[in-house]
């Protein structure tokens, strides 16, 4: 048991470093909207790079975003019947959900996503407007990336959940399956 204790803590840790760097493109976005509103009623300025740049980091909040939100559950779920279960109950839901849907669909995502951003390097392909910015591959290199932590969260939430049903964890409040507990 002592090495899914610390399977389950490393996994945290990598997700808690995605929610990280969501907020950090976050407080990077708000600075980039601020400066590009400035610019343009301001000083007449529009910048297409800039509004290009405004939903890169909006893709990184979105999708670095995701792991951590499995993680501590801030993600949308139906719980109706779930927030009466015992914990032992809630630790099966999370456990076969995360090995049928959350695994097997962050790796669709990442065998997809890494042709996706592949195809993109292999084309050199870059923004279409003048002033845009270049090398859309970094971008969409994101995609299968935030797979693998998406991956990771998924294994997460089974190592939590194997805790869960051994009493040594327990989910933590009552719309709460995640690892603040």
Same mark, same amino acid.
């Given at each position: ?5 610390? &399977? !389950?803590?490393? &996994?945290?840790?990598? *997700? ?7 907020? /950090?493109?976050?407080? &990077?976005?708000?600075?980039? +909207? =601020?400066?590009? +509103?400035? $610019? ?21 909040? =979105? ?6 939100? @499995? ?14 279960? *015992? ?14 849907? /959350? ?12 042709? =996706? $951003?592949? !195809? #993109? ?5 870059? #923004?279409?407007?003048?002033?845009? @910015? ?6 969409? #290199?994101? %995609?299968? %990336?935030?797979? +693998?932590?998406?991956?990771? $969260? ?11 049903? #051994? ?8 719309? *709460?399956?995640?690892?603040? $507990?």
């Amino acid at each position: 048991m002592r090495w899914i204790i610390k &399977l !389950d803590e490393g &996994l945290a840790r990598l *997700s808690t470093f995605c929610g990280w760097v969501a907020c /950090v493109a976050m407080i &990077l976005m708000a600075a980039n +909207v =601020f400066y590009d +509103v400035v $610019a343009r009623y301001a000083f007449n300025n529009v910048s297409i790079g800039m509004q290009e740049m405004e939903w890169h980091l909006y893709s990184v909040v =979105f999708l670095l975003g995701i792991p951590y939100a @499995l993680r501590t559950d801030g993600h949308v779920r139906v719980d109706v019947f779930y927030t009466k279960w *015992s914990n032992k109950a809630k630790a099966w839901v999370n456990l076969v959900g995360a090995i049928i849907f /959350v695994i097997p669909f962050a790796y669709l995502i990442g065998v997809y996503g890494y042709d =996706f $951003a592949l !195809d #993109s390097y292999n084309m050199g392909e870059g #923004s279409g407007d003048p002033g845009g @910015l270049p090398h859309r591959w970094i971008i969409k #290199s994101v %995609i299968p %990336i935030s797979a +693998v932590f998406i991956g990771i $969260a998924g294994l997460n939430m089974v190592t939590y959940a194997i805790r869960v049903m #051994s009493g040594e964890k327990a989910y933590a409040g009552e719309h *709460s399956a995640g690892g603040l $507990a």
